[in-house]
């Protein structure tokens, strides 16, 4: 990954109304305690046990959609009114998994006022919120600690024998897969090595492992095991299929010569899950066709076993929490240009929320002026890191600025464009935007049980929103 360090600084407080080299005076918020207050608040709420990770265990990705509309309509901000009109469409983005219209589903029911808010689509869903046990010669592996259950495994159950064929006299996934299907791994997993793997015949950066895992057949072989060095955090993008057999990465308790392993997982494919994007709008009060497109994500991962759920505090209860409390300054303090905010559901699941919004949008994108996008803002900022494509890069500039007039800055990193949030096909449009994405302290619990309310900071919040409404209005 390429990064480019664009500047060194500090962190902590806010200076208002200090000029940048070209006079323009950038303000500070008043009463910033209270926005920073109700953005704990939303956290908090969005993180908590009740909404499962946001998943579709217990409806806790339609608690999180009604909770963002509720708070919205608690602001006066309405719907998002859809200019364009059109009979929806198929979502196929070019890679991996597609987003299908669909009805209201488990929203049927509810209110006119609130469904106003809602863009629904279906995507299938392979989830695991039963049994989830691995045992490795009598010893029990604890989940995201020492190993995680690939997203595309379907349910296994017994006791295997363990088998290590090496991949260095292999030189492509076929030649590997033939080897494992030759009927000698009956009833075992197969342990590969993940280094040797992705160096030499898993090569594929985009998707290392379903061209491998498609070949296998489940009556020659039991399952995989992919042995890491380091930790691997859990995954949902590779969710919308199921492979003929489990696999898992283990980077903890998989001693040299283990001989067995004994697995108890639950999986079930849903065939259409229903997923719903949550879109709002403030109309400008001087400059309503000037648009400014606010985006995070608040769906998560929900659960590996029912035992393992995963809240999401950070990735990215974060991203709407800060995108609820702009909305709250901005209904408070109505905006020249319109502000518009898309939550969107299935960033977990390869961007198909954003897709499918991009795909069927409510005005044409020509329109943006500019995109802000929220995901993973409540670490401490030791760095913050940016994607911002060559058509943005003017507004990076005065992001640049009004950074520069904090008494210590951000540390601003500006990074490669990547398909790692909801801002990448507007990007690749060209659509003037920038990603916000905050590294520091808790970073290493991305992805695991542990993002929790209790792990996240609010160090970065008076400036990140701050900068955020200086930008809007400047801009």
Request: net charge negative; glycine share 8%.
């Amino acid at each position: 990954m390429k990064r480019v360090l664009i500047m060194l600084a500090g962190a902590i407080t806010i200076l208002g109304n200090v000029g940048c080299d070209s006079g323009t005076k950038f303000k500070s918020i008043d009463g910033i305690e209270k926005y920073r207050t109700y953005y704990n608040e939303s956290l908090k709420e969005l993180s908590s046990e009740a909404y499962h990770g946001r998943s579709n265990y217990g409806d806790g990705n339609i608690k999180a959609a009604l909770y963002i509309i509720g708070e919205l309509q608690k602001m006066g901000i309405g719907p998002m009114v859809d200019e364009i009109g059109a009979e929806p469409i198929q979502a196929t983005p070019p890679f991996k998994g597609t987003a299908s219209p669909c009805g209201p589903m488990r929203f049927e029911g509810t209110p006119d006022d609130q469904m106003a808010y809602l863009q629904h689509y279906c995507l299938p869903l392979n989830v695991m919120r039963g049994a989830m046990q691995v045992i490795i010669d009598g010893n029990e592996l604890v989940p995201a600690v020492d190993y995680v259950a690939k997203e595309f495994s379907p349910a296994c159950k017994g006791e295997f024998g363990l088998a290590y064929p090496g991949v260095d006299k292999y030189t492509s996934v076929k030649e590997l897969a033939d080897h494992i299907n030759s009927g000698i791994y009956k009833k075992k997993f197969v342990v590969i090595e993940w280094g040797p793997y992705t160096e030499t015949i898993g090569t594929n950066p985009f998707d290392r492992y379903r061209e491998f895992m498609d070949m296998l057949q489940a009556d020659k072989v039991a399952g995989i095991i992919y042995k890491m060095e380091s930790k691997l955090p859990y995954f949902k993008a590779r969710s919308y299929y199921v492979t003929p057999v489990p696999a898992f990465c283990i980077w903890n308790g998989l001693t040299e010569g283990a001989k067995k392993i004994k697995v108890n997982m639950d999986c079930e494919l849903i065939e259409c899950h229903d997923a719903h994007n949550v879109l709002a709008s403030i109309k400008g009060t001087k400059y309503p066709e000037r648009r400014y497109l606010l985006m995070g994500h608040f769906d998560h991962l929900g659960y590996m076993g029912i035992e393992n759920v995963h809240p999401g505090a950070n990735d990215n209860a974060s991203g709407p929490s800060m995108m609820l409390a702009l909305a709250k300054y901005f209904s408070e303090n109505p905006p020249e240009s319109t502000i518009d905010f898309a939550f969107f559901d299935a960033e977990e699941c390869n961007l198909l929320g954003s897709y499918y919004y991009k795909t069927n949008p409510r005005y044409p994108q020509e329109n943006i002026r500019y995109i802000l996008n929220y995901d993973m803002v409540a670490d401490t900022p030791e760095s913050i890191y940016l994607q911002v494509p060559e058509e943005g890069m003017a507004g990076y500039e005065l992001i640049q600025k009004i950074n520069m007039t904090f008494e210590e800055p951000f540390n601003f990193i500006l990074d490669d464009i990547k398909d790692d949030s909801d801002n990448y096909f507007f990007a690749l449009d060209g659509v003037p935007s920038l990603y916000f994405h905050t590294e520091g302290k808790y970073n290493h619990i991305y992805h695991t049980p542990f993002d929790t309310y209790d792990n996240i900071s609010d160090i970065g919040f008076e400036r990140l929103f701050t900068l955020s409404i200086n930008f809007i209005e400047k801009y």
